[in-house]
C-alpha cells in the first residue's frame, strides 16, 4: 500500500507559537441548541465529551443524540466490574453478564475511548476478560483492535500492558475455535456476524444460520487484531511476540486477497468452507457454483470491510465504484447490506434479513473503510465528497418522529424503522457507531502511538466553519477548528489546531496538518471509586425497599445500574399513587458499608412524576435514623434529568435512606441511586439474614421451585433465581404456556418450616399467548393438605404482568407454599420472580 501523505503546511510552522487560552466552544451554549434531550446532564457532557459545531444541523443532532444513547447503554454491572455497555435496552437472552453482547463491541470501544474519563472505556476493555460470564466470542469483532485504538486516543501504556495478555487469549480462543489449518483463514457463518438471514445462508438448509466459510468480516477482524498485538508487543518491548503476529497478519491478509477477492466481480465475497445443498461446492465463493453459478451479482457490503483496518494493499479500489451506485448498494437512506439486482436481494418488513436493508452496524464499517480509503491510498474511485454523501444519508437515517432515533435495521428506501423497533428492546439500539465517525472523519483527527497531532478532514469544501474542541488525547485537551474567513471563532483564518488552549498549527485549506504535542505528560491515575447500591446478580443484597411502590415501577429499576429518563420504555421506581406527602426509598447494603457520596437520578416527566420540592439523606445508626453531617449537592436543588449528587465525609452504615417530599399533585421518581465510595476489593459479604426465603440462585436443593405445567420454553427454576427480567428477549421465567388446565400452580418447597408473611409476584406477560391470570389464590400446607391463607393486602387488587403483585398474609408456619393461577384463557399465566417473605420492610 502507497499512503497518500501531503507535506505540512508551511503555515503551521509559521503558527506554532501563537497561543489562545479561552475555550473554542462554550459547552451550555451548544448543547442548548438541542430541544430533545432526555439525559440532560450538562454537568457531565462538559466534563466528559468532545463539543463539536458545524454548519449542518442534521450533523450536529444526530452527534449529540449519539452521545446521549451512550449514557443510556453505559451499565454499571457490579463493584467488581465496573462499566460496561449494552446493545439493547434490555438483557437478552443471549447476552452475557451484564447484558452486554460482542457483535458490536468494537464499534462501542471506538466510540467511547473519546470520553474524558478514562475509566468508562478501560472497564468495558477489561470486562471482557475480567468478569465472570462475559462472551467475548459469541459473535466477531475486532477487540484487539479497538483494545489498540484506545490506547491511540488515551495514550495510557500501563492500562494497555494490562490488558496485552486479554488481547492473545482473544485470538488463541478464535484459533482454537474457527481457524482451518488446511485452508489456513478464519471460518464462521455470517449469523455470527450478526448477519441472520444474509444471501449466502439463505442458499443452504439453514436460512437462519447456515453458510460457515470464510469471510471477509472474521478474517480482516483477526488480521486487525494480531497488527494490534504486533504493535502493542513492540511498545511494550516484547520484539519476539512483535514479529510472530506481525507474520501471522501478514499471512492472513495474503490468504483474503488471494482466496476471497474476485477478479470478475472486482469485489471481496464470502467463500464457502463447505459443500451445500444444490451443488454448491467447499471453497467456492458467492455465486460462483450451485444454482446460481455464474451470477455476476453476490457482492455484500461485508466486501468493504478490509479497507476498514487497511488490509488491501493498493490495487482492489475497483470495489468502491460499486458503493455509490444506486443500482449496487446506494439509497435514498443508506447503503443496502446486499446490491440490488442480486437474485436474493430482499428489503424485509422486520427484523433481522441481512439481504438489503440499511444497516448502522455495517454502514459505520463502511464509512469507517472509506475515510481509510480516502486517507491512506493514492486513487481515484472514491472522493471526499463521496465521503459526505453517505455520511449525510446516514445521518438522516437516524430520524424517527422528528426527532434524532436509532433501531436494529431501516427500509433503505424510505427510512421506516418499522419492524425493526421492538419495544423495551431495540430502541435507541447501541450497535453503530457515529461521533466517531465525526472526530476521526469529518473532523479528521488520525489517532497515532507518538506525539505528534495529526488531522485530515473530511468535511465538506463548502462548510464556512466547523470546531471539535475540549478533546481528550493523549493526555492533553485538543481542539481543531476550521474557521474560512475568521469571523466565526475569531481565532485566525483556515484550519487551526489547539493543545492545551495553545494554537499550535493552522493552514488555510482543509487538508492534512500535523504539530507536536510537545513533551509527554504524565497521564493521572483513574479514580475508581465503587457503586455499593447496585444489583445486577439476583442476590438478596444490596436491596431496595420503599414506603411505596407503583406496582408497574417496583425499586428493583433503581439499581440496575442503567439510567435514563424517557416514561416508555420505563427504567424507574416511582411512589405514584402513595397519596402521601413524602416518601422514602431505602439501600440495604447487608453489612456495614463505607459510602462518601449518594447519587440520584429523578425522572421528571413535567406532570404526575416530579424531582421533589426536597430529599433528606440519612444513614442507619443501628438504633435510629441519623441525618448524614456535611453534605455537599450539585446542583443544590432537586433537578430531573440529571445526577444530584450528595457528597460527604466518609460513613460507615449498613443503610442508606433518601426522604423525598414530593411537589404537590406530583410524585417522586428515580431512575437511578448510586451510594459511592473508595474501597478494597473483593467487598466483604453481606451479613444480614436474607429474608426472600424463596430464593435459590442455583435451582439445586432446597428452597426447591415446581409447578403444575411449565412450558418447553421456560424454566420453573427461574422463578426464585433473584432475577426480574419482565421483557420478552430476557427470558428468565416460568410461563404455563400451552398448558391443558385452566388454573395451574407454582410451588416453593422450604425444606423446613418457615414463617410466611408475604408474597411478591413479578408477573410476566407478552400481551398475546402469556398475560396476567384472572385472579391467584396463596395457599400453605398444613400438615394434612394445602388450606387457602388469609390474605391482608394485595396491590394491585386485580393481577397486573410488567408489575410487582405484593401480597401480605397473616402469617403462616409452613414447610411449602403455592401460587395457585386461574389463566385468562386462551392465554396462559407467566411468573419471573416469586419471592416469599418471613419478614416485611
Same mark, same amino acid.
Given at each position: 500500500?502507497?499512503?497518500?501523505?501531503?507535506?505540512?503546511?508551511?503555515?503551521?510552522?509559521?503558527?506554532?507559537?501563537?497561543?489562545?487560552?479561552?475555550?473554542?466552544?462554550?459547552?451550555?451554549?451548544?448543547?442548548?441548541?438541542?430541544?430533545?434531550?432526555d439525559?440532560?446532564?450538562w454537568?457531565?457532557?462538559?466534563?466528559?465529551?468532545p463539543?463539536?459545531?458545524?454548519?449542518?444541523?442534521?450533523?450536529?443532532?444526530? &452527534?449529540?443524540?449519539?452521545?446521549?444513547?451512550?449514557?443510556?447503554?453505559?451499565?454499571?454491572?457490579?463493584?467488581?466490574?465496573?462499566?460496561?455497555?449494552?446493545?439493547?435496552?434490555?438483557?437478552?437472552?443471549?447476552?452475557?453478564a451484564?447484558?452486554?453482547?460482542?457483535?458490536?463491541? #468494537?464499534?462501542?470501544?471506538?466510540?467511547?475511548?473519546?470520553?474524558?474519563?478514562?475509566?468508562?472505556?478501560?472497564?468495558?476493555?477489561?470486562?471482557?476478560?475480567e468478569?465472570?460470564g462475559?462472551?467475548?466470542?459469541?459473535?466477531?469483532?475486532?477487540?484487539?483492535?479497538?483494545?489498540?485504538?484506545?490506547?491511540?486516543?488515551?495514550?495510557?501504556?500501563?492500562?494497555?500492558?494490562?490488558?496485552?495478555?486479554?488481547?492473545?487469549?482473544?485470538?488463541?480462543?478464535?484459533?482454537?475455535? *474457527?481457524?482451518?489449518?488446511?485452508?489456513?483463514? &478464519?471460518h464462521?457463518?455470517?449469523? *455470527?456476524?450478526?448477519?441472520?438471514?444474509?444471501?449466502?445462508?439463505?442458499?443452504t438448509?439453514?436460512?437462519?444460520?447456515?453458510?460457515d466459510?470464510?469471510?471477509?468480516?472474521?478474517?480482516?477482524?483477526?488480521?486487525?487484531?494480531?497488527?494490534?498485538?504486533?504493535?502493542?508487543?513492540?511498545?511494550?518491548?516484547?520484539?519476539?511476540?512483535?514479529?510472530?503476529?506481525?507474520?501471522?497478519?501478514?499471512?492472513?491478509?495474503?490468504?483474503v486477497?488471494?482466496?476471497?477477492?474476485?477478479?470478475?466481480?472486482?469485489?471481496? !465475497?464470502?467463500q464457502?468452507?463447505?459443500?451445500?445443498?444444490?451443488?454448491?461446492r467447499?471453497?467456492?465463493?458467492?455465486?460462483?457454483?450451485? +444454482?446460481?453459478?455464474?451470477?455476476?451479482?453476490?457482492?455484500?457490503?461485508?466486501?468493504?470491510?478490509?479497507?476498514?483496518?487497511?488490509?488491501?494493499?493498493?490495487?482492489?479500489e475497483a470495489?468502491?465504484?460499486?458503493?455509490?451506485? %444506486?443500482?449496487?448498494?446506494?439509497?435514498?437512506?443508506?447503503?443496502? %447490506?446486499?446490491?440490488? #439486482?442480486?437474485?436474493?436481494?430482499?428489503?424485509?418488513?422486520?427484523?433481522?434479513?441481512?439481504?438489503?436493508?440499511?444497516? +448502522?452496524?455495517?454502514?459505520?464499517?463502511?464509512?469507517?473503510?472509506?475515510?481509510? !480509503?480516502?486517507?491512506?491510498?493514492?486513487?481515484?474511485?472514491?472522493?471526499?465528497?463521496?465521503?459526505?454523501?453517505?455520511?449525510?444519508? &446516514?445521518?438522516?437515517?437516524?430520524?424517527?418522529?422528528?426527532?434524532?432515533?436509532?433501531?436494529?435495521?431501516?427500509?433503505?428506501?424510505?427510512?421506516?424503522?418499522?419492524?425493526?423497533?421492538?419495544?423495551?428492546?431495540?430502541?435507541?439500539?447501541f450497535?453503530?457507531?457515529?461521533v466517531?465517525?465525526v472526530?476521526?472523519?469529518?473532523?479528521?483527527?488520525?489517532?497515532?502511538p507518538?506525539?505528534?497531532?495529526?488531522?485530515?478532514p473530511?468535511?465538506?469544501?463548502?462548510?464556512?466553519?466547523?470546531?471539535?474542541?475540549?478533546?481528550?488525547?493523549?493526555?492533553?485537551?485538543?481542539?481543531?477548528?476550521?474557521?474560512?474567513?475568521?469571523?466565526?471563532?475569531?481565532?485566525?483564518?483556515?484550519?487551526?489546531?489547539?493543545?492545551?488552549?495553545?494554537?499550535?498549527?493552522?493552514?488555510?485549506?482543509?487538508?492534512?496538518?500535523?504539530?507536536?504535542?510537545?513533551a509527554?505528560?504524565?497521564?493521572?491515575?483513574?479514580?475508581r471509586?465503587v457503586?455499593?447500591?447496585?444489583?445486577?446478580?439476583?442476590?438478596?443484597?444490596?436491596?431496595? %425497599?420503599?414506603?411505596?411502590?407503583?406496582?408497574?415501577?417496583?425499586?428493583?429499576?433503581?439499581?440496575?445500574?442503567?439510567?435514563?429518563y424517557?416514561?416508555?420504555?420505563?427504567?424507574?421506581?416511582?411512589?405514584?399513587?402513595s397519596?402521601?406527602?413524602?416518601?422514602?426509598?431505602?439501600v440495604?447494603?447487608?453489612?456495614?458499608?463505607?459510602?462518601?457520596q449518594?447519587?440520584? &437520578?429523578?425522572?421528571?416527566?413535567?406532570?404526575?412524576?416530579?424531582?421533589?420540592?426536597?430529599?433528606?439523606?440519612?444513614?442507619?445508626?443501628?438504633?435510629?435514623?441519623?441525618?448524614?453531617?456535611?453534605?455537599?449537592?450539585?446542583?443544590?436543588?432537586?433537578?430531573?434529568?440529571?445526577?444530584?449528587?450528595?457528597?460527604?465525609?466518609?460513613?460507615e452504615?449498613?443503610?442508606?435512606?433518601?426522604?423525598?417530599?414530593?411537589?404537590?399533585?406530583?410524585?417522586?421518581g428515580?431512575?437511578?441511586?448510586?451510594?459511592?465510595?473508595? %474501597?478494597?476489593?473483593?467487598?466483604?459479604?453481606?451479613?444480614?439474614?436474607?429474608?426472600?426465603?424463596?430464593?435459590?440462585?442455583?435451582?439445586?436443593?432446597?428452597?426447591?421451585?415446581?409447578?403444575?405445567?411449565?412450558?418447553?420454553?421456560?424454566r420453573?427454576?427461574d422463578?426464585?433465581?433473584?432475577?426480574?427480567?419482565?421483557?420478552?428477549?430476557?427470558?428468565?421465567?416460568?410461563?404455563?404456556?400451552?398448558?391443558?388446565?385452566?388454573?395451574?400452580?407454582?410451588?416453593?418447597?422450604?425444606?423446613?418450616?418457615?414463617?410466611?408473611?408475604?408474597?411478591?409476584?413479578?408477573?410476566?406477560?407478552?400481551?398475546? #399467548?402469556?398475560?396476567?391470570?384472572?385472579?391467584?389464590?396463596?395457599?400453605y400446607w398444613?400438615?394434612?393438605?394445602?388450606a387457602?391463607?388469609?390474605?391482608?393486602?394485595?396491590?394491585p387488587e386485580?393481577?397486573?404482568?410488567?408489575?410487582?403483585?405484593?401480597?401480605?398474609?397473616?402469617?403462616?408456619?409452613t414447610?411449602?407454599?403455592?401460587?395457585?393461577?386461574?389463566?385468562? !384463557?386462551?392465554?396462559?399465566? #407467566?411468573?419471573?420472580?416469586?419471592?416469599?417473605?418471613?419478614?416485611?420492610?
Open positions: 500500500m502507497s499512503p497518500a501523505r501531503t507535506s505540512v503546511a508551511v503555515a503551521a510552522v509559521l503558527a506554532a507559537c501563537t497561543p489562545s487560552r479561552r475555550a473554542i466552544l462554550d459547552p451550555p451554549t451548544v448543547l442548548a441548541r438541542q430541544s430533545w434531550w439525559n440532560r446532564d454537568d457531565w457532557y462538559a466534563a466528559n465529551i463539543i463539536f459545531e458545524s454548519p449542518d444541523s442534521d450533523v450536529d443532532a444526530t &452527534y449529540y443524540y449519539r452521545w446521549e444513547l451512550v449514557t443510556k447503554h453505559l451499565t454499571y454491572g457490579s463493584a467488581e466490574t465496573g462499566y460496561t455497555f449494552t446493545e439493547f435496552l434490555d438483557r437478552p437472552s443471549w447476552s452475557g451484564y447484558g452486554s453482547i460482542s457483535c458490536p463491541l #468494537g464499534h462501542q470501544l471506538y466510540e467511547a475511548r473519546w470520553l474524558t474519563d478514562r475509566r468508562y472505556a478501560q472497564d468495558f476493555a477489561r470486562y471482557w476478560y468478569t465472570p462475559a462472551q467475548p466470542r459469541s459473535y466477531s469483532n475486532w477487540y484487539g483492535d479497538a483494545v489498540w485504538a484506545l490506547y491511540l486516543v488515551q495514550g495510557d501504556s500501563a492500562f494497555l500492558r494490562r490488558m496485552l495478555p486479554h488481547l492473545r487469549a482473544q485470538v488463541a480462543g478464535w484459533d482454537a475455535e *474457527h481457524w482451518d489449518p488446511a485452508h489456513r483463514m &478464519y464462521w457463518a455470517g449469523m *455470527h456476524d450478526g448477519m441472520e438471514f444474509n444471501i449466502d445462508s439463505r442458499q438448509g439453514d436460512l437462519f444460520s447456515g453458510a466459510g470464510y469471510r471477509p468480516t472474521l478474517n480482516s477482524y483477526l488480521y486487525a487484531d494480531e497488527k494490534a498485538i504486533a504493535r502493542a508487543a513492540a511498545l511494550l518491548g516484547d520484539s519476539g511476540a512483535a514479529r510472530d503476529y506481525a507474520a501471522r497478519a501478514a499471512a492472513l491478509k495474503r490468504r486477497e488471494d482466496e476471497l477477492w474476485d477478479p470478475s466481480r472486482t469485489f471481496f !465475497l464470502h464457502f468452507a463447505r459443500a451445500e445443498r444444490g451443488g454448491i467447499a471453497n467456492t465463493r458467492t455465486y460462483q457454483s450451485g +444454482p446460481r453459478a455464474g451470477n455476476p451479482h453476490g457482492r455484500e457490503e461485508i466486501g468493504f470491510v478490509p479497507w476498514q483496518f487497511d488490509l488491501p494493499d493498493s490495487g482492489y470495489a468502491w465504484r460499486f458503493l455509490l451506485d %444506486t443500482a449496487s448498494f446506494f439509497s435514498p437512506r443508506g447503503p443496502t %447490506t446486499a446490491e440490488r #439486482g442480486d437474485p436474493l436481494f430482499y428489503v424485509s418488513p422486520q427484523c433481522c434479513w441481512w439481504s438489503g436493508n440499511e444497516w +448502522p452496524y455495517a454502514t459505520t464499517q463502511t464509512l469507517v473503510a472509506l475515510a481509510n !480509503l480516502l486517507d491512506d491510498y493514492h486513487q481515484s474511485v472514491a472522493t471526499k465528497a463521496d465521503y459526505f454523501r453517505l455520511f449525510k444519508t &446516514y445521518t438522516l437515517d437516524q430520524r424517527w418522529k422528528g426527532r434524532p432515533y436509532i433501531a436494529e435495521s431501516a427500509n433503505p428506501d424510505n427510512g421506516s424503522w418499522e419492524g425493526a423497533n421492538s419495544f423495551y428492546h431495540s430502541e435507541h439500539y450497535h453503530s457507531g457515529y466517531d465517525l472526530i476521526t472523519g469529518l473532523a479528521g483527527l488520525r489517532p497515532r507518538d506525539d505528534t497531532l495529526e488531522v485530515r473530511l468535511a465538506p469544501d463548502a462548510w464556512a466553519y466547523f470546531a471539535l474542541d475540549r478533546v481528550a488525547y493523549h493526555g492533553h485537551r485538543i481542539g481543531i477548528v476550521w474557521d474560512r474567513d475568521g469571523t466565526r471563532y475569531h481565532r485566525g483564518r483556515g484550519l487551526m489546531l489547539f493543545v492545551d488552549g495553545r494554537r499550535v498549527a493552522a493552514a488555510p485549506r482543509l487538508g492534512r496538518l500535523a504539530a507536536s504535542l510537545g509527554p505528560v504524565s497521564l493521572p491515575p483513574v479514580d471509586p457503586n455499593l447500591a447496585v444489583n445486577n446478580d439476583g442476590t438478596p443484597y444490596p436491596r431496595l %425497599t420503599a414506603s411505596f411502590s407503583a406496582p408497574t415501577t417496583p425499586p428493583f429499576y433503581a439499581n440496575d445500574g442503567n439510567r435514563w424517557h416514561a416508555s420504555p420505563a427504567n424507574r421506581w416511582t411512589a405514584a399513587g397519596g402521601h406527602a413524602a416518601d422514602w426509598i431505602v440495604d447494603f447487608g453489612v456495614a458499608r463505607p459510602v462518601e449518594v447519587a440520584l &437520578y429523578f425522572v421528571d416527566d413535567g406532570s404526575g412524576v416530579r424531582a421533589p420540592v426536597r430529599y433528606e439523606v440519612e444513614r442507619w445508626t443501628g438504633s435510629a435514623w441519623a441525618t448524614i453531617p456535611r453534605q455537599r449537592r450539585t446542583p443544590p436543588r432537586p433537578t430531573g434529568h440529571r445526577a444530584n449528587r450528595v457528597a460527604f465525609p466518609r460513613i452504615t449498613p443503610k442508606i435512606r433518601v426522604t423525598f417530599t414530593h411537589r404537590p399533585g406530583a410524585s417522586t428515580l431512575t437511578e441511586i448510586e451510594a459511592w465510595a473508595h %474501597t478494597p476489593l473483593p467487598l466483604l459479604a453481606p451479613a444480614a439474614p436474607n429474608h426472600d426465603i424463596a430464593y435459590n440462585a442455583t435451582g439445586v436443593g432446597y428452597p426447591e421451585a415446581s409447578a403444575s405445567f411449565t412450558s418447553r420454553t421456560d420453573i427454576a422463578v426464585n433465581d433473584g432475577r426480574i427480567a419482565f421483557t420478552r428477549a430476557s427470558h428468565n421465567r416460568w410461563t404455563a404456556y400451552g398448558s391443558r388446565n385452566r388454573s395451574d400452580w407454582v410451588q416453593i418447597a422450604f425444606g423446613a418450616r418457615r414463617t410466611v408473611r408475604g408474597l411478591d409476584l413479578y408477573l410476566w406477560g407478552d400481551s398475546a #399467548g402469556v398475560r396476567a391470570p384472572k385472579r391467584y389464590a396463596i395457599q398444613d400438615g394434612r393438605g394445602w387457602d391463607a388469609r390474605v391482608v393486602a394485595q396491590t386485580r393481577p397486573a404482568t410488567w408489575a410487582l403483585n405484593a401480597v401480605r398474609l397473616e402469617a403462616v408456619e414447610d411449602r407454599i403455592r401460587v395457585v393461577l386461574e389463566h385468562d !384463557l386462551p392465554a396462559f399465566s #407467566g411468573i419471573t420472580e416469586l419471592m416469599v417473605w418471613d419478614t416485611l420492610p
